[in-house]
């Protein structure tokens, strides 16, 4: 691998294997729509895996798991369980997935992006990039498998980041059905800012299902507070939970107004 850029995800890559061992698992075993696969579909699969070659996903190299809400309708919460291959120090490209067994359901895909980075974009762009801070620093944010060192250093070096995140499938939602099939157009999604924005039990199934510990993880990060810069988007979905007032030290607002916007898909009829 030449991807000598990985330096601080790359701490993590010999306890990587170890996430596929981990608690998990799907969070529905609602089956999508579709008949079994056949003894022939299968064959042909398992002769494509030894012959085929597969660079972009072999580049995938860390395991995240966390939570989004939709932008549009922050009351639509789900768990992602994210893969990701760090394509420079300041750009991630991640699958996402509704579980981490091998009966999991793509449903996205977000690119994370340095603050340099995001000082670069353009206006018009900033209401799609979602702010990371709180989900670090909240614990929310996990790296399962993976040595509490490790993931620490990992994680840290993602402070200040952002992320762009598009939902395809409703799948993951919690207290929800899920979707059959992907159903109409992708969700743009966001992350929390506060504490009391996630649905009482969603964090915590998690945490259960996964044998983690959100607050222990958000007592270790406790530190990292003077290092978190104030990021655009913090108030993006705070008009959704009122009730909502909590979060670690480090998280706060820019001020950026731009990144508060909603944008909306339409579909142009012939």
């Not at 299968?42 to 660079?55: F, M, N, P, R, Y």
């Not at 939709?70 to 509704?98: F, I, R």
């Not at 993931?151 to 762009?164: F, V």
Request: aromatic residues 6%; hydrophobic residues 35%; negative net charge.
């Amino acid at each position: 691998m030449t991807k000598v850029h990985r330096t601080r995800w790359g701490i993590a890559v010999l306890s990587v294997l170890a996430a596929a061992a981990c608690g998990g698992g799907d969070t529905s075993s609602t089956p999508p729509a579709g008949e079994e696969r056949t003894p022939k579909t299968a064959a042909l699969e398992s002769g494509a895996a030894v012959l085929q070659a597969k660079a972009p996903i072999d580049q995938i190299a860390m395991y995240l798991v966390g939570f989004h809400p939709d932008k549009s309708d922050p009351q639509m919460q789900m768990e992602s369980h994210h893969y990701c291959d760090q394509v420079n120090e300041d750009l991630a490209q991640c699958v996402l997935y509704d579980g981490n067994s091998d009966g999991a359901r793509l449903h996205g895909v977000e690119y994370i992006i340095s603050a340099r980075l995001c000082e670069t974009l353009p206006a018009e762009e900033r209401a799609y990039w979602h702010p990371h801070n709180y989900e670090i620093l909240s614990g929310q944010l996990r790296m399962p498998g993976l040595p509490a060192a490790a993931e620490d250093e990992a994680l840290k070096g993602k402070l200040n980041s952002y992320g762009k995140t598009w939902h395809f499938w409703k799948t993951g939602v919690y207290g929800e059905p899920n979707d059959p099939v992907p159903l109409g157009p992708p969700h743009l999604t966001w992350s929390f800012n506060r504490d009391g924005e996630a649905k009482p039990g969603l964090v915590e199934a998690r945490d259960r299902r996964m044998d983690l510990d959100s607050a222990d993880a958000r007592g270790r990060r406790a530190g990292w507070a003077e290092q978190a810069q104030p990021q655009a988007g913090v108030n993006a979905i705070a008009g959704s939970f009122p009730a909502a007032t909590g979060a670690p030290a480090g998280v706060a607002d820019n001020g950026d107004a731009r990144a508060e916007g909603v944008p909306v898909l339409s579909m142009k009829r012939p």
